[in-house]
Nanobody, 124 residues
Framework: QVQLAESGGGLVQAGDSLRLSCAAA????????MGWFRQAPGKEREFVAA????????GYADSVKGRFTISRDNAKNTVYLQMNSLKPEDTAVYYC?????????????????WGQGTQVTVSS
């Protein structure tokens, strides 16, 4: 069992940066593929970024590529999502998720554990 807790969301202006954190309890995240997803009001949940186990690889949605970076701090058992050059369309609740696999996935249904989410609001 893995418990995930996101933090770091907030209200920012377009062009600003935020760093989201996803702290885990229960198991070492090193052994899990990790993903970040988001859901805007009235829209379906969408993939944002993912990290293979041991930081061996990462992937991004086209909409965030070059602006967002996923990373891990194994000592702190925490995964981060650095978000730069934020846009109003990035406004959403952001969720982290873990998967009992070496390989990350863009499909939310492939993940086993989810956090409660953190709100990110970007004003224009």
């Amino acid at each position: 069992q893995v418990q995930l807790a996101e933090s770091g969301g907030g209200l920012v202006q377009a062009g600003d940066s935020l760093r989201l954190s996803c702290a885990a309890a229960g198991r070492a995240l090193y052994f899990y593929a990790m993903g970040w997803f988001r859901q805007a009001p009235g829209k379906e949940r969408e993939f944002v970024a993912a990290s293979w186990t041991g930081s061996s690889g990462s992937g991004y949605a086209d909409s965030v590529k070059g602006r967002f970076t996923i990373s891990r701090d194994n000592a702190k058992n925490t995964v981060y999502l650095q978000m730069n050059s934020l846009k109003p369309e990035d406004t959403a609740v952001y969720y982290c998720a873990s998967r009992r696999s070496d390989y990350a996935s863009r499909r939310g249904d492939d993940y086993d554990y989810w956090g409660q989410g953190t709100q990110v609001t970007v004003s224009s």
